[in-house]
């Protein structure tokens, strides 16, 4: 397992900006799948977006589709999650997790878990 911390959360005006990391620790994240996952109150963990660490290539969910992007920084061993046209229905904890192989949507796919970032969106 690799150990994730995230930070870069916090509360922000609808159609405002937030930049989430994530830092790994323990191992690299080469041959790693990188994925951010989100939870409001009451309800479901769900998939936000995950990139393949080594090829680079990236899925999101259909819900942040054009305004988030999942970036990497290589010699920081720290992946990103560039947040726009926030919407309150983006509010919720996320969280940074890590995988072993390819990427999945499923949280359950994901063994390494970060302890989650607060994200508030006010109307």
């Known amino acids: 397992q690799v150990q994730l911390v995230e930070s870069g959360g916090g509360l922000v005006q609808a159609g405002g900006s937030l930049r989430l990391s994530c830092a790994a620790s323990?191992?690299?994240?080469?041959?790693?799948?990188t994925g951010w996952f989100r939870q409001a109150p009451g309800k479901e963990r769900e998939f936000v977006a995950a990139?393949?660490?080594?090829?680079?290539?990236?899925y999101y969910a259909d819900s942040v589709k054009g305004r988030f992007t999942i970036s990497r920084d290589n010699a920081k061993n720290t992946v990103y999650l560039q947040m726009n046209s926030l919407k309150p229905e983006d509010t919720a904890v996320y969280y940074c997790?890590?995988?072993?192989?390819?990427?999945?949507?499923?949280?359950?796919?994901?063994?390494?878990w970060g302890q989650g970032t607060q994200v508030t969106v006010s109307s």
């Open positions: 990139m393949y660490w080594s090829a680079g290539t990236t």
């Open positions: 323990g191992r690299t994240f080469s041959s790693y799948a």
């Open positions: 997790a890590a995988r072993a192989g390819p990427v999945y949507t499923d949280r359950r796919r994901y063994d390494s």
